[in-house]
């Protein structure tokens, strides 16, 4: 209990961060992909894997110039297709690496880095920018909802090999608790867009809580308890942000898609 508290103290900052917005939340999204990859890399050379670091770094920062200084979208499919094809020239040094390294180097720079660039594409949907809270209300909410239920409630356990402490009762709860808070977000700063609030709410407190047990997939093949110690009781910025990393593109998809 108490280092939840002291986490979610901690997280505070970045709460500012997404208040001020615009170039700030940019690096702050920028900075976050490079530490979460970092940490997931991490996992894998804990392993005997060798990812390519720099191949990452070098393409987080690609990612966010292009951001920077180009509209058409792509541009970001040009991206992808660079970061495929570096991954997979990355194991021309056949003779240290092997595929685990190209594989493990593409999957996390497309899971941690790619995915949460879409907390900077939700803010940048102008009108619809605001619903970029609606990523943190899911996926932070659906976890702290989740784990209070199942504390109180929980019996049936949810999926013991992947997460034995999660129960079918705390996922219930959190996914409530996330409709509930993204209605209210909807009801007091945007009522015109309840409806889609609360449809994002039922949606992410799904969606993220398949981000949470991915990760622990991840860490449980990499024979890892966390993926760094950063933040009390949560570990590193991978493990406190494991369910933006979905959250964060279904509420922008559901943007482009449906709004």
Known sequence: MKTRVISGLIMLPFGIIVLLGGKVLMLGCFIIGIMSVREFFNGFTSMGIKPGYLLAYVSTLALYGLNLFVTDARWYMLWF???????????????ERRLEDGMATLTGILYTVFFSFHVTLVEQTGEYGLLVWLIFLTAFGTDVMAY?????????????HI?????????????????????????VLIPRLLIHCLIIGLMGG??????????????????????????PGHGGILDRFDSVLFTAPMVYYYIALVL
């Open 81 to 95: 297709f660079g970061v495929v094809l570096l991954s997979l020239l990355y194991l021309f040094n056949i003779q």
């Open 163 to 187: 997460s034995p402490k999660k129960t079918i009762e705390g996922s219930i709860g959190g996914i409530l608790g996330s409709v509930l808070l993204c209605g209210v977000f909807g009801w």
């Open 206 to 231: 799904i969606v993220s809580q398949f981000g949470d047990l991915t990760a622990s997939i991840f860490k449980r093949k990499m024979g890892i308890k966390d993926y760094g110690n950063l933040i």
């Open 148 to 160: 209070f239920t199942g504390y109180a409630f929980g019996k049936h356990k949810l999926c013991p």
